[in-house]
């Protein structure tokens, strides 16, 4: 966002209270899964946080800001958070603590990646 540009709320949880969980009326149930504690949960969090900064961006584009908002932003995350297999899946009657664990992962061999952020071997 432009730095001159002032944010409508402070944070993502004054956005979800206010705005996000009134857009978003969904009968929930076996369809949809909501978790009230969603601040617990690192998916719903990021993704939550990224809807909200898309939306504090594209309220100000007053032709197609908050269709483009709806169409790439909110529906397609909040799809996936809803989901009956997203990660409030186990939230159904109350916060469940991580209940489904991590995807599983591997170490990649020694040597396969190396760190971007040196600029040196950016090529900058």
């Keep these: 966002m432009d730095g001159d540009q002032e944010l409508f709320y402070p ?57 483009v908002w ?10 996936a958070l809803l989901d009956p297999d997203g990660p409030f899946a186990a939230c159904r009657s109350a916060h469940t603590d991580y209940p489904i664990p991590p995807l599983p992962v591997e170490e990649p061999p020694s040597g396969l990646f190396f760190d971007q952020r040196q600029p040196n071997l950016r090529g900058i």
């Design 70 to 79: 709806w169409r790439d932003h909110a529906d397609p995350h909040m799809m």
């Design 11 to 67: 944070h993502v949880a004054a956005f979800v209270e206010d705005r996000l969980v009134y857009l978003y009326s969904r009968r929930l149930g076996q369809q949809f899964v909501w978790c009230p504690e969603w601040y617990r949960h690192a998916e719903a969090l990021s993704r939550l946080d990224s809807i909200w900064r898309a939306w504090e961006h594209l309220r100000l584009d007053p032709a197609t800001g908050m269709s």
